[in-house]
């Protein structure tokens, strides 16, 4: 067992300097986003929106990073993951500055659409950059290790989201709660300015494609092997679509519908959160036992008898504990999804698939949570659990349909046509 141990930590050592800066932005940008994650719904709410704008303020999110993500990248193939991970990090400080700072419907809007495209950027480009920075030895223990530390610096930004507006009250007299709220958020935007520190400091040695691509329509939208992405596709929208009638919604529920306090919900998403850091820090020992495809899913699939027990039960410590469970499930099997989408791309395409898959998840996640938003205005609490688990199970199956003849584990995947 010791062994094993030590062989799982070398494989960390492995990593090269442009690795470990891209893991030293991910965990300042989470920290501050792990304020902002715990805050920002309650605080529209707060001062004096609806339920059903809020839902309308996140689903132009949602649709904005699906709509602009093939574009995005196919830029990244073309103008490098370094730079378009830098320009989406600044466009993301000044839009995030602009929605914790105004209370005017459209710009709001407005501001959210710039900050999903950006987001979009950003989140394709780190993919691709984490294949190209890795060998097969380490790689599956790169991508686990950056979405470990990812949600593990969200738990201390969620723990300080949850004592941020009590030290507002007690120490600077702060007793309007949309205020404090505001505040706390104003150290979101600090945060996330200074990830962009590290990732000034990366060096990218790689082949940039021809800037021809971006000057025709065909060629923004050509692949390969258009079948594999539309099977990979699949999955994405069955699961973006069911997670986003639910999980932006989380905190409304545990505040209106189970009665916790803003402190109790702090602490449990900073304790859901620290369980997703273990579990996908401890994935690529799954990986090894059953592959990337099998991995993804059983933990789909496994999340789905938890997400049950939040309809079910009533009191704080039973819904917060099938929480825990469901969410570290779900965001477990992500780095061995990705990684075997990137393994199984052609370098020139791995922005543009990248791109692709980010489409599909969020633009379906934009419309479950434009129902999950009127859902939360009727106090239908509990009605889109039952959809997104009938979503969870139809898109493991047909996953695993489709690719269940894959050869692969902890090295390079081949994708054999089923």
């Known amino acids: 067992m010791l062994d094993r141990v030590r062989s799982y930590l070398d494989k960390l050592t492995l990593f090269n300097r442009n690795a470990k800066m891209l893991l030293s932005s991910t965990i300042i940008y989470s920290f501050g986003y792990g304020i902002y994650r715990v805050l920002f719904n309650l605080y529209i709410l707060e001062i004096g929106f609806s339920g059903a704008f809020l839902g309308n303020l996140l689903a132009v999110n949602f649709a904005a990073a699906g709509i602009s993500s093939i574009p995005a990248g196919k830029v990244c193939d073309v103008i490098g993951r370094k730079r378009s991970m830098v320009l989406s990090t600044v466009v993301i400080t000044i839009s995030m500055l602009v929605l914790v700072s105004v209370e005017i419907k459209a710009i709001l809007l407005f501001a959210n659409v710039i900050r999903g495209s950006a987001n979009a950027m950003r989140r394709i480009s780190r993919y691709p950059f ?149 579990s996908v820090f401890l994935l690529p020992i799954l990986v090894n036992r059953v592959g990337k495809v099998r991995s993804v899913i059983v933990t789909q699939l496994f999340s789905v008898p938890f997400l049950a027990l939040m309809t079910i039960l009533r009191s704080p410590i039973g819904v917060g504990t099938a929480y825990v469970m469901r969410t570290s499930l779900m965001n477990m099997n992500h780095p061995a999804f990705n990684n075997f989408m990137m393994e199984v791309t052609p370098e020139s395409e791995r922005g543009t698939v990248s791109g692709w898959n980010y489409f599909a998840r969020r633009l379906s996640r934009g419309g479950g949570v434009l129902g999950g938003g009127y859902a939360i205005a009727r106090k239908a609490y509990i009605f889109p659990f039952y959809i997104t688990m009938g979503c969870y199970v139809l898109g493991s199956l047909l996953y695993y349909y489709f690719f269940r003849k894959a050869k692969e584990g902890m090295k390079k995947a081949k994708w054999i046509d089923s």
């Open 130 to 278: 984490m294949m190209e920075q890795s060998d097969e030895e380490e790689r599956m223990h790169l991508f686990s290790t950056s979405a470990s530390l990812r949600m593990f610096a969200g738990v201390g930004g969620r723990v300080l989201a949850g004592i941020l507006p009590a030290l507002f009250l007690y120490y600077g007299g702060v007793t309007i709660p949309a205020v404090q709220n505001r505040m706390a958020m104003l150290i979101t935007v600090f945060f996330i300015a200074v990830s962009l520190v590290p990732l000034l400091k990366i060096v990218e040695e790689r082949d940039y494609v021809d800037k021809k691509h971006l000057t025709s329509l065909k060629n923004w939208i050509k692949l390969e092997d258009t079948q594999l992405v539309k099977k990979l596709l699949v999955n994405s929208v069955l699961i973006g679509f069911g997670a986003g009638l639910i999980v932006q919604y989380f905190n409304v529920f545990f505040d209106q519908f189970i009665g916790m306090s803003r402190f109790q919900i702090g602490v449990l998403m900073a304790v859901g959160r620290s369980s997703m850091g273990v």
